[in-house]
């Protein structure tokens, strides 16, 4: 029976009540199982979970989160959000052309993100027309033709600009950044820059590569476990099965987040006894709930405890780093009055966490936004960088830095060429394999694309995945900049928002997901996929295509490439559709550590790229050694009568898609606008618990004031002067340039705003921030105090 929402929910049903313990036990089980029964039928629910992140399956296309060896995998590899990623996917409702004839755009756009996502896959290719009210059927060799077209029109190749979601496979991320430097651009932003881009910046400059220094055997072999900005339990929930097997093992486990979040304190894993009718496994040995943006001055902190202890591996520091001489002299004179006001914690605190580290011979170190999405959030990870540098917890079992990717093969689309700053020994590999010369100059990444198309600068905009508008910083101003456009183009699965607001020209190309099978000219395909771990492995989905009008990205990619560049080149795209192996063929001469791509990919459980400071304790930096650098401490100002704010996923969403409307973990059903505050900040600010209030944060001035409307205040245990919520809710709220530094990634993590009654009118002004330029960011951000 169809599942689709006839009608959309009402905030006015929101029920807030105690937060449940973290349960993967029965309570998880029951809520998978019973999303796959509604949205996919049993036979399909069945047929997609049992081959799950199995060896000859395929792979979720939720979190990033490494498979265990082929042996050892259980029959249920997948966690409770897997699950219901898989039920979105394969769900039998349909958005047909008739849905889309009945529903105009101002119709759908005056609905939730939540009911948008529940009317089923696009099943076929549809277009907005200049100045249409609905979207109507188009033909895929016509789609081609007006895409080629707008795009063949242009200026300059750099008034385009292809952006990628984490959902992509490595034959369609390569695929694309070949296309879109065929055609003359570098203009290749992606989810990540909103995500990780502070985690590849601060350990590209620092250990010479940014990824992961670890892999799952490293995990449950550590002694100590660091997990900082990070809540498994909600975005990574398969790790809390390695952590209580790391526990088992003996490992002790140290958090650092503003919330005490459920999944953080106690885990019941369902398969096994312990689990189902026990007690659980206590997760965290000690949780520090820092204040929000207090990272960067606790690790230093810690780093001061280090040293006065000499808990230091000098022959590791003698033989392989660089600056730790002045790293060592600025944290020996580190301003604990400084760090108590940037963390919240006392001394004691810190002391306790640092004699962990202290006492660990084998250290790994976890994290996730909560670290990268702040102005200083490189300078926060290089810290990190530096404790791990300083004991030695690099290249060696056990040990290691551990970035935990949020989307299923974001790291995988950078390895393949998605990036806008592409070193120049790929693009001349990729030159070489094609006989051009790609453009040398660095193009656009997510931030400076929405600029650029605000300005006008960028006049088309190709989507691969994601929803784009929800998923970026200051929605207003981003929404704006897609209208600006002459053309967007949006290749995806089902609708959201960003299908809503489109250029003067708006496409949907509807796609195959990852769970149906990919048949093309030579036969069944299958793609690869690369972890956080950097394990690539290969993905074969099982069930029949949604549409018989889908088609598969790859095969939508080349489609475009053809009609838009012709022979030019001489590059086989019809021959890249027709049998994938030949896409994995120029990968293995073109992308370093994936020679016998085609036989390695093929190996159960495929095969782990190559990362020197792991391998062999060599660092591709300037020095040729890993790099300790000394940061300031920062203290963020947040003036009286605001409070700092970080966004924050449901337990029943993943980034931009919503589940549902569950959040039991936090005692939140039936709704999502709601804010979580101290309850002595709401009784100082004169709120009480369950008001209704509206978020306003004023950036460069009164003049651009941004406004979330309507959200409920809910008493919870977050630090003093903090609050959280739910994104992409608050995005408004996120100005596009506030960003962080050298990364300019979105700083979504430490946002000043006031809580204003609904009566105050707060709102009124808001709108106007669409006239923001980049040239105030110089001046536009939280004041800092420093210790130099």
């Known amino acids: 029976m169809s599942r689709r929402q006839a009608r959309d929910y009402s905030e006015a049903d929101l029920e807030v009540h105690p937060p449940e313990d973290y349960a993967a036990g029965p309570p998880a089980v029951a809520v998978s199982m019973k999303r796959g029964l509604e949205r996919m039928g049993p036979v399909r629910t069945a047929r997609t979970l049992l081959e799950l992140n199995q060896p000859e399956g395929f792979d979720c296309m939720s979190c990033a989160w490494p498979d265990p060896d082929p042996g050892h995998r259980s029959v249920a590899e997948f966690c409770e959000n897997g699950a219901k990623a898989v039920a979105e996917e394969a769900t039998k409702d349909r958005a047909t052309p008739a849905f889309f004839a009945r529903h105009s755009l101002a119709d759908l756009d005056a609905h939730s993100e939540y009911w948008l996502g529940q009317q089923g896959r696009i099943t076929h290719p549809m277009v907005r027309r200049p100045d249409a009210t609905h979207y109507e059927p188009i033909g895929w060799d016509e789609a081609f033709r007006l895409i080629a077209g707008e795009l063949n029109g242009l200026g300059s190749a750099d008034e385009a600009s292809f952006y990628t979601s984490g959902r992509a496979s490595n034959e369609a991320a390569f695929v694309y950044q070949l296309f879109a430097r065929a055609f003359g651009t570098n203009n290749l932003p992606d989810c990540s820059n909103m995500c990780h881009e502070s985690t590849s910046i601060a350990l590209q400059e620092s250990i010479g590569i940014g990824k992961a220094s670890v892999t799952l055997p490293d995990l449950l072999g550590a002694e100590l476990i660091v997990i900082a900005g990070q809540n498994p339990g909600t975005n990574h929930p398969r790790m809390l099965t390695q952590l209580e097997e790391a526990k088992r093992n003996g490992a002790r486990i140290l958090t650092i987040n503003p919330l005490h979040e459920a999944g953080l304190t106690r885990f019941k894993n369902p398969q096994t006894p312990k689990g189902v009718v026990g007690h659980g496994t206590k997760v965290s040995d000690l949780h520090l709930p820092i204040r929000i943006n207090g990272d960067l001055a606790l690790f230093q902190a810690i780093g001061s405890l280090l040293v006065e202890w000499d808990a230091l591996d000098h022959e590791f520091l003698e033989r392989h780093t660089t600056g730790f001489e002045e790293w060592r002299t600025h944290v020996e004179k580190v301003d604990w009055n400084l760090v108590a006001a940037s963390t919240g914690l006392t001394r004691e605190q810190i002391t306790e966490a640092a004699t962990l580290l202290a006492r660990s011979r084998k250290t790994v170190f976890c994290w996730a936004m909560g670290l990268t999405q702040h102005r200083n959030g490189v300078a926060t990870i290089k810290e990190l960088v530096n404790l791990a540098l300083a004991q030695g917890n690099i290249g060696k079992p056990g040990a290691g830095l551990f970035p935990v990717r949020g989307h299923s093969n974001v790291q995988g689309d950078r390895t393949m060429g998605i990036w806008e700053r592409a070193p120049q020994s790929f693009l001349d590999s990729l030159g070489k394999e094609f006989g051009f010369t790609p453009p040398p100059e660095h193009g656009f990444d997510t931030v400076d694309s929405i600029r650029a198309m605000r300005d006008g600068k960028v006049k088309v905009f190709v989507g691969l995945g994601g929803n ?41 190309l509807p796609t195959l997901g990852r769970t149906e099978r990919d048949a093309q000219q030579s036969g069944l395909q299958f793609v690869t996929v690369e972890d956080s771990t950097c ?151 004169g709120h009480e618990p369950g008001d209704h209030i509206d978020l306003v944060t004023h950036w460069d001035g009164d003049e651009h004031v941004r406004c979330a409307r309507d959200f409920r205040l809910v008493a919870y245990d977050v630090p003093r002067g903090t609050v959280a919520a739910y994104y992409p809710e608050t995005n408004p709220l996120v100005p596009l340039d506030h960003t962080a530094l050298k990364s300019n990634q979105p700083a979504s993590k430490s946002v000043i705003v006031r809580l204003t009654h609904l009566d105050a009118h707060a709102c009124d002004h808001a709108g106007s921030q669409a006239s923001v330029g980049h040239d105030n960011a110089h001046k536009s951000h939280p004041r800092v105090r420093h210790l130099s």
């Open 468 to 508: 784009f508008l929800q998923a970026a910083p200051d929605t207003d101003v981003t929404t704006a900049a897609l209208r600006n456009t002459l053309l967007t183009v949006q290749i995806s699965t089902k609708l959201n928002r960003s299908h809503l607001h489109g250029g003067r020209t708006a496409l949907i």
């Open 535 to 685: 394990s690539v492995h290969a993905s074969r989905g099982p069930l029949a295509p949604a549409s018989e009008h889908l088609r598969s990205e790859v095969a939508i990619l080349t489609g475009i490439a053809e009609a838009t560049l012709g022979g030019l080149h001489g590059i086989d795209w019809a021959g890249m559709r027709a049998d994938y192996r030949r896409i994995r063929d120029h990968i293995s001469r073109v992308v370093p550590g994936c020679e016998s791509y085609e036989v390695n990919a093929r190996r159960p459980g495929g095969f782990v790229l190559p990362h020197p400071p792991r391998d062999s304790r060599t660092f591709d930096t300037e020095s040729g050694l890993a790099e300790m650098v000394v940061s300031p401490i920062e203290v963020l100002h947040v003036p009286d009568g605001h409070l700092l704010l970080q966004t924050l996923r449901s337990h029943d969403q993943f980034n931009t898609t919503i589940y549902g409307l569950s959040d039991r973990y936090r005692g939140i059903e039936g709704g999502r606008r709601v804010v979580f505050a101290h309850r002595e900040d709401i009784a100082a600010l």
